[in-house]
Structures are given as C-alpha cells and as structure tokens.
C-alpha cells in the first residue's frame, strides 16, 4: 500500500514547524516552496519526458564515485579514517547537484533515467549530511512514494535523518554512526513499535539491518538508550497517518523501589587485592551526577549463583578434552556457598545442569558433553537469562562465566540485543576470552578485535571483566581468578531520588570515599521502569 494523502500532509506539517523551531530555516539551497509544488506536479501529472540518457550516466558516475570512497573506508575504517572528510565532501557536493537536476527536471523516473538511474538519484538524496536540503526534497520523496516511483523504505530514511538533525529521536531505526571502532545505533522513538513502523515501510527486522551493519564492518553494534531530554522533545501525537504516535502523559511516580548493586572492588592494575574490610560509609553512588544515600549494604560473603556457559564450536574441536577438564576444575574451587549452572553451544544450546551446589554431580555431567557446531554465543547468554538467571536467580546475586573465542553465529539474538538484556538485569558477566587461532589474514583479524571488543563491552557494561587466553592450559589459572573475584563483591543499594519511572536510562557511579588506592566497579546504569 501507498502512503495516504494524510500522512503527507500531517508529516510534511510536522517536519516543517520544527525546522522552525530549530531555526535551520532560511535560504533554500536545494527547493524553495514554489520549487516544491512544481515538482510535485510533476510527479502526480507526469508528462512524455525524453530520454535522459546524459543525466542518468551522470547520476550513475557521482554514485559510483561515493560508494568507491565509502568502500575503501568500510572495509578498513582505522586505516582509511583520513578518507571521510573526503567522502563528506564529495556528498554533499552530490547532493546540491541533484537539487539542481530535480529543480531543471522535475523529478526523474525510470521511463527518462532507468531504474538504476531512479536508485542512484535517491541514494545520493539520502547520503549525505545536508539535512535541511533533505528537508525541502522530502514532500518529493513523499509523493514518488506515493505513486509508486521509489521504495517507501527511502521516505523512512529521510525521516530519521531529518529528525535526528533536529534532536528529536528517530523512527524507524536506519540511522547509525561509528566511533572508536563500535557503530551506534542512535536513539529510537518507541522500541516497542519499531518493528511495526519498519514493516509499514517495507523494511527489513532491525536484526537484520544491525545483522547487515555489523557484517559490512566488522564491528559490534550498541543501541543508543533514549535520554529523557530526548524523549520529551521526540513526542508528538501522530506524525505518519500510520499510526506513529507516542503517549504524552507525564512521567509515572510510583513507590520508590531499592537498585541494587554488585560492586567489585579491584586494584589499580584491575586485580583482585588480597584483603577487605569495607564497610556502608566507604561506598559513594551517584546517579545521573546526583549524590545518593546507601540504604543498604552486605559483605562480599553473600552467595553467588554461577552459570558457566562453554563454547563447544567447530573451532574448538581438538581442544574439548583441556576444556571439560578446566570446567570441572571452576566446578570444584567454586564457593561452597555458591550455586552452580552450567550450559553448552554448539549446533543446539543444552542445560547441561540447572543451578545447584551438587559439584560431584555437575563433574559428572560435564564429562558427558558431546556437542559440535556453529558458535551461537549471544544466543546462549540469552537463554541462560530467560531459562536460568530469571527464573532461579531472583533475590540472589548472579554472574555468567562465559569460555568462547567470540565469534558469534547467533539465529535470533544480536549483540545489541544482548547488550540490552544485560542492561535490563543485574548480573556480572565474567568473559574468558579464547585467542585462539591468529591466521594473519586482514578480514580474520578484523573478526577477532570485534570478537573481543564486543566481550570486553558486556564485561564493562555489566562491572565484570574480560580474561583473555592465548592457550587453554592457561584456563586453570583464569578460573581461580574469576572465583577470587567473585570474593570480593559487595552488594549495595539505594532508594533514588529520582522517582519516576519513565522507562529512561540512569547512568550510575560508584567510588570508593577510603582506600583510593583501589577502584569500585558496577554496571554502568539501568532503566527507569
């Protein structure tokens, strides 16, 4: 179905008052108003234009041009950082030429340029960071799509980059950036709806474009939590005619409830220090900058309940004897006191044994794995956080231990996801990196940074960390550390100051106000809900 009359209208009303309000108004440089109602007639009265044979080889060529650039970059964004000013450049020039083309021409289709023509004209309308130009093109956009001459995908683009130059959070999900070798997906309107909004517009799950991102790059991709500043000023009640519409209600209050905290205490060198004797008044926590008081507090004693999660993989074929042998060995120095999981993936994700502190039981059953397969890493933590850690795990505290070389073959789960479902839980993530196999080749290695980039982020996100391990004979060795680790968590609470739960996202900080010679480390925040 086409877009209705009624979201033209509404839409290109909406957009139009906050250019205003942001005072990105003034000179057209691509359509002034009387352009606009030009072209739009001639898009809804198209007449015999001739063919176009020079504009659609011209359109072609400045397309071919970019995507060159943007190649070189994608494929080594470290290397070729010195080549995106070049690529922004070259956009933008781009783009003001095909402003001209549509302001001489009327809008382009097929019968004048070809298809290929039409695709290289929208492509170039998108990619660039002329917003305000995208602006005075988008009621264009609108009616092509209107009409059938371009994807209603290309409207959907051109609406999260025009809201996002406003400061206003987009819509459908299609816009990110990269920075210090992560991509960041920018903040989305509504998570609930995106999936819907995205599938009115013909677009793909956002896994898949995240799927897509992550694969063109070689790098993890983070979902942006939406500030409260950024939703306020993102609501308004129906901005599509399809249904885009936000709740404009206030904040909901409701009774304070205790966050709760694992706070490992390590050395400066990020190891474990040998004693501990902190007490409630050593502790200081900040929320969004704001000084919170400790309400409660309990001592690194308190029991832990430990799921391990093993990488069974194809990659790991020869090592799966040293593996099992190093699993029964964190089994056994494990805590009396703490409760034992532990799960396996490879083609399948197995419930090797569901929480319990029978270790003579669970060394049994892990010599009786027998897995092989695909890597579904992100897709294993997530069924230990559905089937595990939120069913059994409720008032206790808990971590995963994770052995796994990092590259994900996941069906469902993303690493946004997952960094999602981190975020939504209080459970330490401990990964013990296996740097395995080093091969050389450009691409591999690229995997293999992301691979242990993207482990190190659950770790700092969540307040575990991340051990890496050139040879599983090291493997005894790690897991005593993790265990020691494990000792010297403290839980901390705090009633916030902030009461409402507006489903935003608090960052948290933690430090210790004694012993500065050593350092408190936590999950970096929550939502609000």
């Given at each position: 179905m086409f877009l209705s009359r009624h979201f033209s209208a509404v839409l290109f009303t909406f957009l139009t008052v906050a250019v205003l309000a942001a005072e990105l108004s003034g000179q057209p440089r691509c359509l002034s108003n009387d352009d606009v109602k030009r072209v739009l007639q001639s898009v809804s009265s198209p007449s015999v234009i001739p063919d176009k044979k020079k504009l659609r080889k011209e359109l072609l060529a400045m397309?071919?041009?970019?995507q060159k650039v943007d190649s070189r970059i994608a494929f080594d964004l470290e290397k070729n950082q010195s080549l995106i000013p070049e690529s922004k450049s070259i956009a933008e020039k781009h783009m003001l030429r095909v402003c001209q083309i549509v302001r001489e021409n009327g809008w382009l289709t097929k019968d004048s340029i070809g298809d290929d023509g039409v695709a290289a004209l929208t492509d170039l309308i998108r990619n660039n960071e002329l917003y305000t130009e995208q602006r005075e093109l988008l009621p264009v956009l609108i009616e092509a799509a209107n009409k059938g001459y371009i994807a209603k995908s290309i409207v959907a683009s051109s609406i999260d980059s025009i809201r996002l130059a406003l400061g206003s959070p987009q819509i459908f999900g299609t816009q990110a950036r990269i920075r210090n070798g992560i991509i960041y997906l920018l903040p989305l309107l509504?998570?609930?709806?995106?999936?819907?909004?995205r599938k009115a517009y013909d677009l793909p799950s956002l896994a898949v474009e995240i799927r897509n991102l992550e694969d063109r790059y070689a790098m993890p991709l983070l979902r942006v939590p939406l500030p409260r500043a950024l939703a306020m000023n993102g609501k308004t009640n129906d901005i599509s005619g399809l249904g885009i519409s936000t709740d404009e209600s206030e904040p909901v209050k409701v009774e304070t409830k205790i966050v709760n905290l694992n706070v490992r205490i390590v050395t400066r060198d990020f190891k474990a220090p040998t004693q501990l004797n902190l007490t409630k008044d050593d502790f200081s926590i900040a929320e969004d900058g704001v000084a919170q008081q400790v309400a409660f507090f309990s001592t690194a004693e308190k029991p832990f309940d430990l799921i391990l999660i093993l990488d069974f993989s194809g990659s790991t074929a020869e090592k799966r004897g040293l593996i099992k042998k190093a699993a029964r060995r964190f089994v056994e120095y494990a805590r009396p006191q703490d409760r034992i999981a532990i799960v396996a993936f490879g083609d399948e994700i197995r419930m090797i044994s569901?929480?319990?502190?029978?270790?003579?039981?669970?060394?049994?059953?892990?010599?009786?794995i027998n897995i092989s397969g695909v890597s579904p890493i992100w897709d294993s933590m997530n069924f230990a956080f559905k089937n595990i850690i939120d069913k059994g795990s409720l008032g206790r505290r808990s971590a995963i231990v994770i052995m796994t070389d990092g590259l994900d073959g996941s069906r469902e789960s993303t690493f946004a996801d997952l960094m999602e479902a981190t975020r939504r839980r209080e459970t330490t993530i401990y990964p013990v990196y296996l740097d395995l196999e080093k091969n050389g080749v450009a691409w591999f290695e690229r995997l293999r940074r992301k691979a242990q980039l993207s482990l190190s982020m659950l770790a700092d996100e969540s307040g575990g960390q991340l051990y890496k391990v050139d040879d599983l004979k090291d493997l005894n060795g790690i897991y005593e550390q993790v265990v020691n680790d494990l000792g010297k968590v403290y839980s901390v609470g705090y009633?916030?100051?902030?009461?409402e739960r507006?489903?935003?996202?608090?960052?948290?900080?933690?430090?210790?106000?004694?012993?500065?010679n050593l350092i408190a480390k936590t999950r970096r925040g929550y939502y609000a809900n």
């Open positions: 397309r071919d041009e970019l509504d998570e609930a709806k995106v999936e819907e909004w569901d929480l319990t502190e029978d270790k003579t039981a669970m060394a049994e059953k892990i010599k009786e009633e916030p100051k902030n009461e507006d489903g935003g996202w608090r960052s948290l900080t933690v430090m210790l106000k004694t012993q500065t």
